[in-house]
């Protein structure tokens, strides 16, 4: 796959750094001393074998894990931990392993969702739909139906998400994450379990959001085509240990990444 | 707008569209979804768009006689590039939008195209490509910018500046657009579409402003269509049948067009518009009427009922009483009840509640499909034309509908048949020539002016014309009298039981099939008969199938029976093949035509058999298996004899 991508896109500075992560849940060592940055703009990946501490790392950048040691430096602000509503009012959003969306709910109504920390009506005033309320939903509305049109999902705007085939669930939690104009966007294994086209339309929406909105973006994924086309530098985790950070070529002619998971094939 | 000296008859599109814009400048022209919501463009706002897009072409250096290429979805600004283009007396050139860039490249160097205004990134991108072997290529405006911000290739840019451009350059040259708009003539080609090239290259279609006009005003009056009316346009723009419904009519009418939001939402859009004016090839017709039963099957058994009882009363009256024919009291009252409960409801889930009119037209349509919607009150018709003649030659009239003709010669065609029975017309709807192809152009226009269709067609006893096939398909049985395989062909693929027919006959002495039955309805039909097959073979060789194929072969014998000429045609004997027909072994084009010629050498042994008594003839065939091995299927085909019938009229049947 050959992607135009990067010319207008000028990778700024460190936004986010994590130093000395260690996570334990009892005996068992989820996460050793990990350090890393991600810079503004960028598409940063983390991979890793089955079990290496992927979506624990993701979990302790956006707060739902605390971490025993270390620190993460998000925005020049030193802290043992983030707050999951904190990291949200700071701009992260995130996309899950396995889609969480509210399943009786159409597509529109789920995206919406995602511009809950946008709306400052108060209860009142949105039950009678009335001065602030309204003006904040045409407003929110607009965005959402402008993220419907980037993800190209119009023909599905006012079907329940149960209905929906696997792929286009993905798409619309996606949708949902951008609802929050995130400045930092984490996904985990956005194209897990997909085919061959959803996965080039899912990179490809991955691209544009990095383009058009300059959305720094952190990724787990298993697929080493996809994680190799589209990031700008990859940080590879084993056993809870990272034994590779670096750009993809960097990554891909390192012994011990090429050892510990790209070994096999 | 500035005053014009003289004002010009409305005789070209772009005079049309002034004129609109300066009669009713609020009245809605085109309309699309954007983000949810139904955007509108007035005549006064299209006329002003066009305007500064030509002008833009203008400051570019597009000239009188240049082509454009107009490529993407049905877009408003789609169509506004077709009448820029035309207002500086250009020719718009519609691309399928669908083409990959090496389909593309051989329109683009025959078209000599410099320009091309085009929808988004994924076409932007087919033309680079394309440019790469075609320099000639300078200038690429797209419409839409997505995706595109960091592209930097030369000559590539967006509409908004296309505009900018165009309103600068307009500044500079006052009352350039009006000259240029004034000095269009009628007989300038106004568009060029490519025909499909099923057969050989492709080949440019020039028509002219008179030519589309003329066939666009025939439509207008024939179909009393108003500036009120409103159609979706959701057909390639670049085919013909949407060129004139949703260009020249839109036009001539001017009435409304309305963009779909994506290719995905047309069923959505289509309900939310409700056309009055519809247009659609007979498989989107056939796919709504699947989603219609398939809904119907899973509904509670209450509805199921009410459903199927009230279809049989609009089967039995419904097309009767729109054609105002005489029908009982009590029908009339059933039918009535049925519209409250049943036919009104689908007619707005369908999107199709105010439809006045709605055409099909490029295939034939069964005629149970056909008398469905004409019996929920949705009046369907049909009409025959091609690239060559603005898709406008016949067209059916209101209360004279049959589904296997295409009606009588629409107002201003003279239509009549050839010697060997092939439909040639005149009028002012014919092409002007095939672009640089005068060896084509020649050969298809002869000396009198006639356009021949290359379609064999027969005139039934009211006047109506009735295409029956090719015209180099259809041969002679050894008596002399008329052999139209397809046409037969059609008539056995109507009945769900049968997936492909092969018919031969041509100097012999009567017709005989080939037939393929559908493994999905065959085996449904065979499985509540608690027939057991093991496979497709074993099925087409039991009895009890061929029995059912022999009901439908005989029902098509009876039909030829009234149709005159066609009498003689009446299949003497058949088989069922013991293997499907497929394109991977050659028989079947990509597009599912049959390959007669192919099939006949292929299967000699089972022709020979169905031209002597035997009842059994034992054939073996090579077929080449998905993962690319080959093998042979040997088997014990069937030969079984239908009856046929006696020519009858169509009075007495």
Wanted: glycine share 8%; charged share 25%; with cysteine.
């Amino acid at each position: 796959m050959t992607v135009a991508q990067g010319a207008g896109r000028q990778i700024g500075d460190v936004i986010l750094k994590v130093d000395n992560i260690s996570l334990r849940f009892g005996g068992v060592k989820a996460l050793t001393d990990i350090s890393f940055d991600v810079r503004e703009h960028e598409i940063r990946a983390i991979i890793g074998p089955n079990g290496a501490g992927k979506s624990s790392m993701l979990n302790v950048i956006n707060g739902v894990y605390t971490p025993q040691e270390g620190t993460i430096t998000f925005h020049g602000e030193v802290r043992k931990d983030m707050d999951t509503h904190q990291a949200a009012e700071n701009g992260i959003a995130r996309t899950f392993q396995n889609i969480a969306l509210f399943t009786g709910m159409t597509v529109l109504d789920n995206i919406m969702t995602g511009r809950n920390l946008k709306i400052k009506s108060t209860f009142i005033e949105q039950a009678f739909w009335f001065g602030r309320a309204r003006r904040e939903e045409i407003e929110n509305r607009k965005k959402v139906e402008e993220i419907i049109d980037f993800l190209q999902l119009q023909s599905v705007r006012k079907t329940p998400v149960s209905r929906l085939p696997y792929g286009i669930k993905k798409r619309v939690e996606l949708a949902r994450a951008l609802a929050a104009e995130p400045t930092m966007l984490l996904l985990d294994e956005p194209m897990a379990g997909m085919n061959v086209e959803e996965k080039q339309d899912m990179c490809r929406f991955v691209l544009d959001t990095n383009d058009q909105f300059g959305t720094t973006i952190v990724l787990i994924e298993h697929d080493m085509g996809v994680v190799m086309d589209i990031s700008d530098r990859v940080v590879v985790l084993d056993y809870g240990k990272k034994i590779g950070d670096g750009t993809p070529d960097e990554v891909r002619s390192n012994p011990d990444v090429i050892k510990a998971y790209l070994g096999a094939h | 707008m500035s005053v014009t000296s003289a004002p010009a008859a409305a005789d070209t599109f772009p005079r049309l569209l002034s004129q609109h814009a300066a009669q009713r400048p609020e009245a809605p022209a085109l309309r699309e979804k954007y983000l949810g919501i139904w955007q509108t463009w007035s005549w006064r706002d299209t006329a002003a768009e066009v305007r500064a897009m030509a002008m833009g072409l203008a400051a570019l250096g597009f000239k009188r006689g240049d082509n454009l290429a107009i490529i993407g979805d049905n877009r408003p600004q789609l169509y506004m590039a077709f009448a820029a283009a035309q207002s500086l007396g250009g020719v718009a050139v519609p691309m399928y939008q669908d083409a990959v860039a090496a389909e593309m490249t051989f329109v683009l160097e025959n078209a000599v195209i410099r320009f091309a205004v085009v929808e988004d990134q994924e076409q932007v991108d087919k033309l680079l490509e394309a440019r790469d072997s075609l320099p000639q290529i300078e200038h690429i405006i797209y419409a839409d910018p997505r995706g595109l911000r960091n592209y930097n290739a030369p000559g590539l840019m967006g509409l908004e500046a296309l505009r900018a451009k165009g309103d600068d350059f307009d500044a500079a040259h006052p009352g350039f657009f009006d000259t240029e708009v004034a000095d269009g003539k009628t007989t300038d080609v106004s568009v060029m579409l490519y025909t499909s090239g099923t057969t050989g290259k492709p080949k440019g279609v020039c028509q002219t402003h008179e030519a589309f006009i003329t066939a666009a005003r025939g439509g207008v009056q024939f179909d009393h269509l108003v500036a009120t009316d409103n159609v979706l346009s959701y057909l390639p723009m670049a085919w013909v049948g949407d060129h004139l419904f949703s260009y020249a009519q839109f036009l001539v009418a001017g009435f409304t067009v309305n963009c779909p939001e994506s290719a995905e939402t047309v069923m959505t859009d289509l309900r939310e518009i409700g056309p009055t004016y519809y247009f659609a090839p007979p498989r989107v017709f056939e796919s709504l009427l699947t989603n219609v039963s398939i809904r119907m099957e899973d509904a509670s058994r209450i509805k199921r009922w009410l459903y199927d009882s009230l279809m049989m009363v609009a089967k039995r009256c419904g097309a009767d009483i729109m054609d105002g024919k005489p029908v009982s009291a009590k029908d009339k009252w059933l039918y009535a009840l049925g519209n409250m409960l049943v036919y009104g409801p689908l007619k707005n889930t369908l999107g199709m509640s105010r439809i006045r009119v709605a055409y099909t037209a490029g295939a034939a349509i069964g005629p149970d499909l056909f008398r469905f919607y004409r019996s929920i009150g949705i009046n369907l018709k049909q009409l025959y034309g091609s690239t060559e003649t603005c898709a406008y030659v016949c067209l059916q009239p209101d209360g004279q509908i049959k589904f296997d003709s295409v009606g009588t010669a629409a107002p201003g065609v003279e239509v009549k048949l050839a010697d060997n029975g092939e439909v040639i017309v005149r009028g002012a709807m014919v092409l002007k020539e095939y672009y640089k192809r005068p060896d084509a152009t020649a050969e298809s226009i002869d000396s009198n002016g006639y356009f021949h269709t290359g379609d064999a067609g027969v005139f039934d006893s009211d006047g109506h014309l009735r295409i029956i096939d090719r015209a180099k398909d259809v041969g002679h049985l050894s008596t002399g009298a008329m052999f139209a395989p397809n046409y037969i062909e059609n008539k056995l693929k109507f009945f769900s039981h049968i997936k492909e027919a092969v018919c031969f006959g041509h100097d012999k002495d009567n017709v005989t099939a080939f037939i393929n039955i559908d493994l999905t309805a065959v085996g449904n039909w065979a499985e509540r008969r608690n027939i057991v097959y093991s496979g497709y073979i074993d099925l087409a060789g039991k009895d009890e199938v061929y029995t059912l194929i022999k009901e439908c072969v005989e029902s098509v014998n009876a039909e030829l029976a009234t149709e005159g000429e066609l009498s003689h045609s009446q299949i003497a004997r058949f088989l069922i093949l013991h293997k499907e027909l497929d394109p991977d072994d050659d028989e079947l084009t990509r597009t599912r035509k049959v390959r007669r010629g192919f099939i006949s050498e292929k299967y000699a042994p089972l022709l020979d058999g169905l031209y002597t008594n035997k009842h059994m003839q034992h054939i073996e065939t090579q077929v080449k298996f998905e993962d690319g091995r080959s093998g042979s299927i040997a088997a014990d085909v069937k030969i079984m004899d239908a009856t046929r019938f006696p020519a009858v009229n169509k009075a007495a049947a």
